[in-house]
C-alpha cells in the first residue's frame, strides 16, 4: 500500500503523541495529561470553532445542544480518564488490542438502540477481527 509523504507524517506525528501521552500519563497520571493536552490545543481550534459557528444558536435544537453535551463531556472528557488509566494497568499491547472491537459493538449498539439492520458481511468482519485479537492475547511473545 502507497501512501504519500504528507499521510505518513501525520500518521508517525500521530502515534508519537499518543506514546507521548501514555509516557507522560505515568509520570504525571492521565486526567493531568489529558487536561494539558485540551488547554493547549485551544489556541489551534479556537479560530475552527469560531469559522464554524452557527449564524442563529436559536436555530440549534435543544436535544443537539444536549446531545453534543453529553458527548463531550462524558464520552470524550471522562472517557479518557478510564482510557489511559486502563492502559497504564493493563499495558498498551494488552489493552490496544481490545480497541480494534470496538467498531463492532457500537454497530451492535446501533442495532439494538437504533434498530439498524445487521448485515452478514459485518457480522464476518467482526468475527475475524475477533479472532485476531483471541489469538493475539493468547500469543506469547518471548524474548531471544
Known amino acids: 500500500m502507497k501512501t504519500d509523504p504528507q499521510s505518513q507524517q501525520e500518521l508517525t506525528s500521530f502515534g508519537y503523541g499518543c506514546l507521548g501521552v501514555l509516557i507522560l500519563s505515568r509520570t504525571f497520571g492521565s486526567w493531568q495529561v489529558i487536561c494539558f493536552a485540551l488547554i493547549l490545543s485551544v489556541p489551534v481550534l479556537l479560530p475552527i470553532v469560531w469559522q464554524h459557528l452557527p449564524a442563529n444558536f436559536a436555530a440549534v435544537p435543544v436535544n443537539a445542544v444536549l446531545a453534543f453535551l453529553y458527548v463531550s463531556i462524558f464520552s470524550m472528557f471522562l472517557g479518557f480518564f478510564a482510557w489511559y488509566r ?59
Open 86 to 144: 486502563g492502559l497504564v494497568l493493563g499495558g498498551i499491547a494488552r489493552i490496544g488490542q481490545l480497541q480494534l472491537i470496538q467498531p463492532f459493538l457500537t454497530i451492535l449498539a446501533s442495532v439494538i438502540l437504533l434498530g439498524e439492520h445487521l448485515t452478514i458481511e459485518t457480522v464476518g468482519f467482526a468475527a475475524a477481527v475477533i479472532a485476531c485479537v483471541v489469538l493475539g492475547k493468547r500469543t506469547q511473545i518471548g524474548s531471544k
